[in-house]
């Protein structure tokens, strides 16, 4: 991107979190374009964009929507992708969206879980690969309708592989900032060490949330549950050092407080993005949190019972949601 230019940015997957950033960047006037489908979509395009929730309301009338579906936006390329399907979509979507990047472009991942970003980078290239950290809580109330829930830190954007396009990277998280949402680039090394952090946050609450049908703050509150997250935790550190992952706590214990006195109470009603999957009967990302620190372990040969029983138990409620109960309930 040269001075004179301004981005363009691709919104793909415009969901809880993809409606945020898209309704944000269009508040302070960047082009933003929505790729998405179902209900919401169609709601967004026949009634505009609500924004609603702890940052503010805000409406994109539906004369302000602009959709990809429409041929022109087809043959466009866009400066800024923002991938923010769920994990197990990562492979399609980005794919999809390869062929409308620019040359000089950047995708960036607003996705929890592991593996996204080699995904990325494999279908786009090192070069134009983003990766960010999401910590802010959104949720789609009504199709047309983006609620921002809870916020723990700032969005944080930073080059997992090597360097991309600077001026687009600097923009994106000057856009963000501009409206209202707070953000902030980090190194090479922070942005791994965030993506890994959000890993051990969500492993330890998600599932449990999920299982348990509870709002996050309970699993704090209750010592049965707090005995499983410490499990959780310890078996994430373990692989994490044979992997040699620089995460930003100094062991489990460090960990274990952090999430308690520090992470939790900011997001305390949240209900865990895997609860909202399973009432939806959809899949959840379990592979990319809790399943893919169970792959890593067995390839390095570390016990992770914990955080293999929840696998399974999501794997279990994910079925049961889309099969419906059975016979004997
Ligand atoms: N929601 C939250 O509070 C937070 C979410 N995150 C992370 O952000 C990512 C996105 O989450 P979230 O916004 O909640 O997810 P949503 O399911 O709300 O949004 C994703 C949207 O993308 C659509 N989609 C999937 N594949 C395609 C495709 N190929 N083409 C067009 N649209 C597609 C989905 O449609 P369909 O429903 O039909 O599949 C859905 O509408 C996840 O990795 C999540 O973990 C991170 C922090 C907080
Ligand atoms: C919303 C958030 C950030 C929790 O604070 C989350 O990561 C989730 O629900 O998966």
Redesign the pocket.
Known sequence: MNESQSPTYLI???????SVLGGFLHKINRSVTF????S?LLAIKEQGLRITGIWGEHLVPPEEIDILSDPLNREKRYSTILL????K?TE??AR?AAELLAEDGIMVS????LGNWETIARLVGEKRTVGAR???????PVPGLAKVTVNADDVLLGEPFCPVNRALLQTLKDDLRLSGIPARAVSKEEIWSALWGKVLYNCSLNPLGAILEVPYGRLGENEETRMIIRGIIEEIFLVCQALKVPLPYKGADDYYRFLLETQLPPTRDHRA?MLQDILAK?KT?IEALNGAISRLARENEIPTPYNDLLTLLIKFKEKRESQGPGPQG
């Open positions: 793909y997957g415009a969901g809880a979190i993809g790729a998405g489908r179902g919401h923010s399907v769920k994990s979509d399609t979507a999809e607003i996705q929890n879980g999401v910590i802010f809580g959104a949720e789609i993005s959809r990302e």
